[in-house]
Nanobody, 116 residues
Framework: QVQLVESGGGSVQAGGSLTLSCQAS????????MGWYRQAPGKQRELVTS???????NYADSVKGRFTIARDSAKNTMYLQMNSLKPEDTAVYYC??????????WGQGTQVTVSS
């Protein structure tokens, strides 16, 4: 069982940067899948990026080259570094973890707003 707490959201201008953090209540080293989802108003929730326990990463085409996902086992934390932000990145961002039984754990969500 793991609890996830997100932080780091806010409002920035286009071209700016933000770093989101997802703090887990226990070690994340045994969690096979962790990722970031986002949901914009009127849109379905989408997977932005993910990172496996072995280090394999995946990125949605819309964020590739601008966003970086990382896991820090020493801090039980997952990060999302967002650079060159665009207005279309505006959404609520959710931390997610999946165990070997594919049970989902979610953070509370954090708002990211990018203005032009």
């Amino acid at each position: 069982q793991v609890q996830l707490v997100e932080s780091g959201g806010g409002s920035v201008q286009a071209g700016g940067s933000l770093t989101l953090s997802c703090q887990a209540s226990r070690s994340i080293i045994g969690i096979p899948f962790m990722g970031w989802y986002r949901q914009a108003p009127g849109k379905q929730r989408e997977l932005v990026t993910s990172i496996m326990s072995g280090g394999t990463t995946n990125y949605a085409d819309s964020v590739k080259g601008r966003f970086t996902i990382a896991r820090d086992s020493a801090k039980n934390t997952m990060y999302l570094q967002m650079n060159s932000l665009k207005p279309e990145d505006t959404a609520v961002y959710y931390c997610n973890a999946k165990n070997v039984g594919r049970q989902d754990y979610w953070g509370q969500g954090t708002q990211v707003t990018v203005s032009s």
